[in-house]
């Protein structure tokens, strides 16, 4: 059974920083291409970062381009964001996801799995 188990969701000021964690199990973890995506209350889930399965290339949403940045390590089986400079605006579910087509990222494609999420309040 694949899960993916986010983690480091919280309160936090703005123009503060956080980072997110998620954990895999259930699959070779090294085979996929992982994500970010968020939803805002009200708001459809919105792609925010990507990186391929060898750690070589990585694409951003132009919203947050600069601020945020994702990394993994295949031997933990764990994907990474890093979230400097948070806005309020940047409240939100967080999910990760993983995915075999890292084109799926960058067209909008359908995952292969899917977070439960973890909750992110940026306070003004």
């Known amino acids: 059974q694949v899960q993916l188990v986010e983690s480091g969701g919280g309160l936090v000021q703005a123009g503060g920083s956080l980072s997110l964690s998620c954990a895999a199990s259930?699959?070779?973890?090294?085979?996929?291409?992982m994500g970010w995506f968020r939803q805002a209350p009200g708001k459809e889930r919105e792609f925010l970062a990507a990186i391929s399965r060898r750690d070589d290339n990585t694409y951003y949403a132009d919203s947050v381009k600069g601020r945020f940045t994702i990394s993994r390590d295949n031997a933990k089986k764990e994907v990474y964001l890093q979230m400097n400079t948070l806005k309020p605006e940047d409240t939100a579910v967080y999910y990760c996801?993983?995915?075999?087509?890292?084109?799926?990222?960058?067209?909008?494609?359908?995952?292969?799995?899917w977070g439960k999420g973890t909750l992110i309040t940026v306070s003004s």
């Open positions: 259930g699959l070779t973890f090294g085979a996929y291409n």
């Open positions: 996801a993983a995915d075999l087509n890292y084109a799926d990222f960058v067209k909008g494609g359908p995952m292969d799995y």
